[in-house]
């Protein structure tokens, strides 16, 4: 069966540190990979996906980035952290964009 | 794009009462139609979904209805019970080489009072 994990858990990070969330996907291959973040209280914000290794789409101009570098591997990167980046970070997978998608279970991310 | 409107933004019911969310889409070619349930501090979960060839599918108390015409889907939930309150997202996507990704609405909050 497919699994996803996503660490860490809960992050605190400073104003202007840099930040990298990390998200592997089992069981399957060629996954689509997506980064979503959550304010609290809010909707699903998509940030980030990609359909294949080294392909990205940003949804959002921001300091973020995202990263492929292998098949089941995303992550979610940024060289300056801002305190509006404060949120819940979701990052899911699914076999195509018209298919269900599952969610990893999140990082909280607290800019301080 | 793609725009999907979902009400109410705040739902609350009796226990053992039914609850209707309702998403409204904006593109005709829209296919696939799901919807998550997100409890408090967790991840967001697909609870059922339905493809634009059926017009409704039934998972024991929960139901989705679809009408392409007008374009609008509901998710009911009946004899609802304390553990259905959570936050309810509905989604839309279609087949296209362009954005790959659900659009989703804005959430409902249900709260069920025991």
């Known amino acids: 069966s497919q699994t996803i994990h996503q660490w860490p858990a809960t992050l605190v990070q400073p104003v202007g540190s840099p930040l990298s969330l990390e998200c592997t996907v089992e069981?399957?291959?060629?996954?689509?990979l997506y980064w979503y973040r959550q304010a609290a209280g809010r909707g699903l914000q998509l940030l980030f996906y990609s359909v294949g290794i080294g392909q990205i789409s940003s949804e959002v101009p921001q300091n973020l980035s995202a990263s492929r570098p292998q098949d089941r591997q995303f992550i979610l990167s940024s060289k300056k952290l801002l305190l509006s980046d404060s949120g819940f970070y979701l990052c899911?997978?699914?076999?195509?964009?018209?298919?269900?998608?599952?969610f990893g279970n999140g990082t909280r991310l607290t800019v301080t | 794009g793609e725009n999907v409107e979902q009400h109410p933004s705040t739902l609350s019911v009796q226990e053992g009462d039914s609850a209707v969310i309702k998403c409204t889409y904006s593109?005709?070619?829209?296919?696939?139609f799901p919807w998550y349930k997100q409890e408090l501090g967790k991840r967001p979960q697909l609870i059922i979904d339905i493809r634009s060839n059926v017009g409704e599918k039934k998972d024991q108390r929960i139901a989705v209805t679809l009408n392409k015409t007008a374009k609008h889907f509901s998710l009911h939930i009946t004899e609802t019970q304390p553990e259905d309150s959570a936050v309810y997202f509905c989604a839309a996507s279609k087949e296209d080489t362009g954005r790959r990704a659900l659009t989703f609405g804005s959430g409902t909050r249900l709260q069920v009072q025991p």
């Open positions: 069981g399957t291959s060629n996954p689509n």
């Open positions: 593109d005709s070619a829209s296919n696939y």
């Open positions: 899911a997978w699914s076999i195509s964009y018209n298919s269900p998608l599952h």
